[in-house]
């Protein structure tokens, strides 16, 4: 029997950085945490991998996914539907593993209602200017659609609160260090590494009982 593995939530508004810390974080990946793959209804971008940055589904698909409480949460998103499957994670966890879902702020409230036990942490910009600049700089929405992001990060900054951590993505290593330092201390927690103790321990006299 192994330890749970940590369940890890990286959300933030649009354009923080999110997918370019994920990226980052997945270099190299010194702790191998496993990353959810989501599903989506969005169409696949150029250099994108089928079943490695997303499922790629169609809304029919999608909507059964629904049907069958397959996701642990999903939200529509600029048209279209994102959501994270559920039995992958309950299957990593189980085995010891940190599993990593990057996902925005509506479907991350919801698994923290679902998950509370998740770390859960806020990707925040340095500044309202500095993000308005990224998702400008990104050259993938036109003025109306930056003005509606930005004030969806407004309300989104707003629940920052019902975070456990805030990390501000300044310098994007700098954002992967402060992220991986908090999984690290996570497991250091002393509940944590007290249960350990007592499953190595079960685990030990269950074997011990079984030879003798
Ligand atoms: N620390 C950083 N410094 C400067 N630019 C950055 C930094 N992090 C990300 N960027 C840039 O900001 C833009 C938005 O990044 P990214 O697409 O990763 O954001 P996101 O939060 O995943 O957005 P969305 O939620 O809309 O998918 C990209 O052009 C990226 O290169
Ligand atoms: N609620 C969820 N949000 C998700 C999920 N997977 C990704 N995302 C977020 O969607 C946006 C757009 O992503 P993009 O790849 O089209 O740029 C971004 O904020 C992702 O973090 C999910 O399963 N559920």
């Not at 999110?18 to 190299?28: C, L, M």
């Not at 599993?99 to 698994?111: D, P």
């Amino acid at each position: 029997m192994e330890a749970r593995g940590l369940l890890i939530v990286l959300s933030g508004p649009s354009g923080v950085g999110k997918g370019t810390v994920r990226s980052a974080i997945f270099e190299n990946n010194p702790f191998n945490y496993v990353y959810s793959v989501s599903a989506t209804t969005r169409k696949k971008r150029e250099g994108e991998v089928d079943g490695k940055d997303y499922h790629f589904v169609s809304r029919e698909e999608f909507e059964q996914l629904i049907q069958e409480d397959a996701l642990l949460e999903y939200a529509e998103y600029v048209g279209n539907y994102y959501g994270t499957p559920i039995a992958k994670i309950e299957e990593n966890l189980a085995a010891g593993k940190d599993v990593f879902l990057e996902i925005e702020v509506q479907g991350a409230m919801k698994v923290k209602q679902k998950m509370p036990e998740g770390i859960f942490i806020f990707l925040a910009p340095p500044s309202l200017q500095e993000l308005e600049s990224r998702i400008t700089g990104r050259g993938t929405d036109d003025a109306s659609i930056i003005y509606e992001r930005m004030q969806m990060a407004r309300e989104e900054i707003d629940l920052m609160q019902h975070y456990d951590y805030v990390v501000v993505n300044d310098k994007v290593k700098h954002a992967v260090a402060k992220i991986n330092a908090i999984i690290m201390s996570e497991h250091l927690r002393v509940e944590r590494v007290v249960d350990q103790l007592k499953l190595d321990i079960h685990n030990y006299f269950q074997k011990v009982g079984n030879e003798s």
